[in-house]
């Protein structure tokens, strides 16, 4: 009970909770106590006289008394079905009804003349005309407790939902105020439920949209593989894209090494905008490549040509033309002559090509105003689905196992979440260290939305 009483163990044994009820009653008189577990060691009396009833054959016992309990000591005491403490929040209604009781408060006795209008006392046992059954019958605190455990998580019970087992309960013919909120709470701390709950759907935090000052002063950088492999073992394309240019610069890679991206950096240009630019590499391949797969860094080029010249939903401009202040000629204007090709003179392009190059700071700051209305309106969106959701240092949670966490051998029946874990640090904007309850450190951080809070 000790370690029940100091929050370390459940206490899920209904006889145990019954003591543990009780000692917390008693608790709550002092204003300050301290409950210590004694080693059996340290308490070599104690622990004797507890075997002494087995210890000992009848007739031995000569300077000792010794009683036997045939029941827990919790049963000894008298209940009495009109004591108020035992009949919680049925003392005012059955007062009134066995013996016309009413309190002093005329508001009060007014409230409890009405609700008695429902309940009826049948065999000292009290029941309250229900709409589901003609009959349901009031239980108290311990009793409802019993009932719900049963319901949720007995040999035919369910792990349902709150709402469904307070119609099972209903239906069953048992009734009490708080009926639906206590079935809330217990499926909240039911391990099995949240160990087997759902992943979240709705982020827990704001969006925070990144805006770059410049061309080419920020980059994102990401692997992209493997794939098949292709001429030279190349598997693997390292891709980076300018935050505000949207310009990529793509290498297919036989292997991912320091060196090898080193030398990519220093002849391109590094973490987050280059995700958007892997979904149209790769969306582009699955559609160019049909059954030849290996022939994948062929095709690189063209597919990096057609995305600069692509004009962006964000900026409003193509890549190409924030880049160098003007649009490239494209192979189709080649096959089926364009007006600028009929009437290209090579003296006066190159007069406005160089125009360009002195207007483009201004191409870029339209374009850097259409990123940021484009972001706003991104955020505003993604912000109507936010729940908000946070943690404190020391909050138990739970962590959204992903597939290469669950263990293959459950199969189907992996449980969704893992823990419980203790919150060791908050980084802000939803980013946590987390470690083992032992406090082992769990390696990397996490973020809110693979978290959710441990109830017990």
Known sequence: MVEQLNGTYQAKDTLLQRYFHTA?????SFDEFIIKHLPREQNARADLLSKLASTKSPGQHRTIIQETLHSPSLDDKVVNVSDNEDLGWMAGIWGYLKEGILPEDKDEAWKIRMRSAKFVIIGDELFKRGD???????????????VIKEIHQGICGMHSGARSIATRILRAGY??????????????KCKDCQ????????PPKTLHHMMSAWP?????????GPFPPAKGQLKFLLVAIDYFTKWIEACPLAKITTENVRKFTWKNI??????????????????????????????LPSILWAYHCTPQSTTQETPYRLTYGADAMIPVEVGETSH???VFNGEQNAQELVADLDLVDELRDEAQIHEEACKLRASRRYNTRVKPRSFRVGDLVWRLLGEARKDTSD???????GGPFRVAEDLKNGAYRLEELSGKPIPQIWNATHLKFYFS
Not at 216 to 224: A, E, H, N, P, Y
Request: glycine share 6%; hydrophobic share 35%; proline share 4%.
């Open 175 to 188: 009734y009490w105020p708080t009926l639906k909120s206590d079935c809330q709470s217990h499926i909240q």
């Open 216 to 224: 080419f002063s920020q980059w994102g950088m990401d692997i992209l």
């Open 24 to 28: 917390s009653h008693q608790i709550s």
């Open 340 to 342: 600028r090709r009929q």
């Open 411 to 417: 199969g189907k029946l992996a449980p969704t979440w």
């Open 270 to 299: 590094t973490n987050g905008q280059a995700e958007a630019a892997n979904k149209v590499i790769l969306r582009e391949l699955k559609k160019r490549l049909g059954s030849a797969k290996g022939q994948w860094p062929d095709e």
């Open 195 to 202: 160990q087997i709950g759902n992943a979240h759907r709705q």
């Open 132 to 146: 589901s059954s003609p009959l349901l019958k009031c239980l108290t605190a311990s009793q409802a407790a019993y």
